[in-house]
């Protein structure tokens, strides 16, 4: 794991050293600098050593000829595999290093004017790189297939012309101009987030996953990467073939020359993946990996006592990391996620996971997660509520789907209510419906083509597009995101062995019906009962979430006081009359409405980002104080 970043026309060495001084919770143990002999590039990187502690794998890689130099962030999936391979083969590499596979692979590539795009297809990992050719001056940046690492670019042009690239969004303060752009809002507010390739600040863009990008002399070409999701359906195979290619990703998740963990809690996907590492760990003879897991005392969502059991059974050492309470923990840890994503941001585990992190980063380097888990093994409610829309309700007739919609209100379920909601309208017409997580009515209206299906899914049945959807944008937009920038923080770099190519591959192949045929995660529940101590999947799920209607009450009296003054902050921008507001306030801080507590929770940071995002990116620093208690008063 490492931050990279470079800039193009610039042969300027203190200007890439702020930059990666800016970026140095990323990589703490080695800073290299690398520049182009004619001026045209300087690349960067800031090592944080996980594999290969030998100095001759520090970066920037420079090929054995000269020609070729790699900043590589991330890892490859049994990469001392393909290392032994190449070397029985008769081509030695210096160091037991992935980055140094990537930059061979890509030099031989190059070379025979083979694609880029083809070779990193044929890897499994999570990274993001640059790779220079000195002799043709020309410059590719790469993202893997499922956006785990992030690549930012910044233009000093439309486009065109010259370019810096960054781990990080504050790695680019170096570089141009570039004004904070508020029209995002009504992409953030119907995502959560703001999805790729928009930033937030104009000229800027989070390099779309599996996009391979290539400059050469300010012309820009971009190819894709072979995505492992993008296969054809067929019969679902014996579940002992998705269990190998589980355990296989796991075990090189863990191969690392470092200390290594494993996140747990009540759920089965972070439960399943550490179950296999201490499998795993016990047939190699190695010490089993530590736990950790997110605890909130006295409170009906703590999973402590699940996750206690399931290491007991296993022979793991737990440990439980309390949540935040007051207001000023809860505050001071979300201005630091915030500041670390770059954007405003509004899965309120941000929290939780900056917590969670701070702890792990004081016992080991590399974490394995669940994640991704609910996205290609089918977990989610809205997959089974759209496959019930594809084989029944949209042959409905309208008029009665829209008595339906009318009678939800009276069930207690927002789940029920929800799909009858939004079983009133076309495939197309319900696909947005479910996705866009805004449900003010009034602030929906102006939300109209934020959320859409994925392109090459258009022609796809429903539940195929929600997944694709998840897979594709909120994955690496919303819970990547927080792994990524919250354990980078302190220098923790969280591993998802669930989206390793293979078994990605291998999910998207097994019809969702299979995945759902007994309850979400059929598949998945198969694959792992067996390392599971019995009744653990009977364990309901509660999900990383935190009491988000508690913490709306409890940040808005630290900010601003009164519940006037509150409501005035939170629904500013908003256009919606006082008494709008007050309703929306009141559903919001019941508990009653989880929904409406995320909408509004999204309003609250987009005011709290106000405070803190700098105008522009480039001539400043984006690093702001925090922001006092007393300042934030005079905010309204």
């Known amino acids: 794991m490492c931050a990279i970043a470079g800039l193009t026309a610039s042969d300027d060495q203190t200007a890439l050293a702020r930059i990666l001084q800016k ?53 490859i999936a049994g990469h001392r595999r393909l290392i032994d391979g190449m070397a029985g083969s008769g081509t030695a590499l210096r160091s037991q ?24 297809g044929g890897l499994s990992g999570q990274y993001a790189l640059a790779f220079w050719d000195v002799v043709e001056k020309r410059l590719w940046l790469a993202r893997d297939p499922l956006g785990i690492k992030p690549l930012y ?9 010259n370019l810096a690239f960054a781990s990080e969004l504050i790695g ?36 779309e996953p599996g996009t391979v990008l290539r400059w050469q002399g300010g012309t820009v070409t971009r190819s894709k990467i072979n995505d492992p999701g993008q296969v054809k359906q067929r019969s679902s195979g014996p579940i002992d073939d998705v269990r190998l290619l589980v355990r296989q990703s796991v075990a090189d998740a863990m191969d690392v020359d470092c200390s290594l963990g494993c996140l747990v809690s009540g ?38 006592g699940a996750a206690r059991r399931l290491c007991d059974h296993l022979g793991q050492d737990l440990c439980v990391v309390p949540a935040p309470e007051t207001a000023s923990e809860i505050y001071d840890a979300l201005i630091a996620g915030l500041h670390g994503v770059g954007a405003p941001f509004a899965n309120p585990s941000l929290v939780l996971m900056h917590n969670l992190s701070k702890r792990v980063g004081q016992d080991v380097r590399v974490c394995l997660t669940g994640d991704g888990g609910d996205e290609i093994f089918g ?26 919609a009318g009678l939800g209100q009276r069930f207690g379920s927002r789940r029920i209510n929800r799909f009858l909601q939004g079983g009133r309208f076309d495939r197309a017409g319900v696909f947005g419906f479910w996705n866009n997580r805004c449900v003010v009515p009034e602030l929906r209206a102006r939300l109209a083509g934020a959320v859409d299906v994925p392109v090459g899914r258009k022609q796809g049945n429903l539940h195929d ?13 919303n819970q990547l995101v927080m792994a990524d920038r919250c354990g980078m923080a302190f220098g923790v770099e969280y591993r998802p062995p669930l989206l390793g190519h293979d078994v990605v591959q291998a999910a998207a192949m097994i019809p969702a019906a299979t995945h759902m045929k007994d309850g979400p995660k059929s598949v998945w529940r198969q694959v792992i009962t067996p390392y599971l101590p019995d009744g653990h ?56 409405d989880f929904d409406m507590s995320l909408t509004v929770w999204a309003l609250l940071v987009w005011q709290v980002w106000q405070t803190q995002k700098p105008t522009k990116i480039g001539g400043e620093d984006m690093a702001k104080p925090v922001l006092d208690r007393a300042v934030a008063a005079e905010i309204t």
């Open 153 to 161: 670019v910044a233009w000093n042009g439309e486009g065109q012309g």
């Open 537 to 592: 999947l009977d364990h309901p799920k509660v999900g990383f979430n935190p009491p988000v209607a508690e913490w709306l009450v409890k940040l808005g009296e630290y900010l601003w006081g009164n519940e006037d003054r509150v409501l005035n902050a939170i629904f500013e921008q908003s256009g919606l009359t006082h008494d709008q507001q007050k309703a929306c306030w009141q559903r919001a801080k019941s508990g009653d």
């Open 267 to 304: 759920g089965f996907d972070s439960a399943g993946v550490s179950a296999i590492a201490c499998d795993i760990a016990r047939a190699q003879g190695k010490a089993l990996p530590p736990a950790f897991v997110m605890g909130f005392e006295n409170s009906t969502r703590d999973e402590t």
């Open 97 to 120: 290093s992935d980055a140094e596979l990537v930059l061979h692979l890509l030099a031989c590539a190059v070379s025979k004017d083979n694609d880029v795009a083809g070779v990193l």
């Open 379 to 404: 977990g989610y409610p809205r997959y089974r509520a759209a496959m019930l829309y594809d084989r029944y309700w949209q042959y409905l007739p309208s008029p009665i789907r829209h008595l339906l």
């Open 465 to 477: 597009q929600m997944m694709a959807f998840d897979r594709d944008i909120t994955l690496p937009g």
């Open 23 to 75: 970026l140095a919770h990323r990589g703490p143990d080695h800073t290299g600098i690398w520049q182009d002999p004619d001026g045209f590039i300087s690349l960067g990187c800031a090592r944080l050593i996980t594999t290969d502690p030998d100095p001759v794998a520090h970066q920037p890689l420079v090929s054995e000829d000269g020609r070729f130099v790699l900043v590589f962030n991330g890892y």
């Open 172 to 207: 680019l303060t170096e570089f141009g101009n570039h004004p904070f752009d508020e029209d995002i809002q009504s992409n953030y507010l119907a995502h959560l987030f703001v999805p790729a390739p928009q930033t937030g600040f104009a000229g800027i863009e989070l390099l």
